[in-house]
């Protein structure tokens, strides 16, 4: 029986990997909180210290889920509507969604004041860095 809780333990710790908040390595961003992540990403906040963000990467699917499920403690469904009143209301346009890791960093390291999300640590000298490690 421990070797089977054990088990269940090892693969359901595998299944959810960290979440890693990344922007341009020439970025003046360092360190921040989760709150502040969360501002970012439903439109009350637009600067992280000192630095502007101009571009907010949303990602789709099962990532996005987990990273407002963590991070702003709303399910999709919740923020969906959050942010459908929003546009509506025209004061705020949604962070931009990408479909992959790739274009993601992509779109990070053209855009030094751009910042996004990954389930997956960025390689080495890709352009981009880790401003915020969220364990799960």
Known sequence: ????????LLVSSSVYADLYIVVNEKSAIEEF?????????????KTLGSTYINQVLDRTGEDRRRFFRTVTNMRESQVNAYWAKLKFSGSMRAPEEVDSNQLLLEK????????????ELPPQNSG???ALQIDE
């Not at 909180?33 to 906040?45: F, S, T």
């Not at 990070?108 to 389930?119: E, V």
């Open 33 to 45: 909180e989760i709150d502040d992540i969360a501002d970012v990403y439903l439109g009350r906040k």
């Open 1 to 8: 029986m421990r070797i089977l809780c054990l088990l269940i």
């Open 128 to 130: 981009v860095k880790v």
């Open 108 to 119: 990070i390291i053209d855009n030094p004041m751009a910042i996004g999300y990954m389930t």
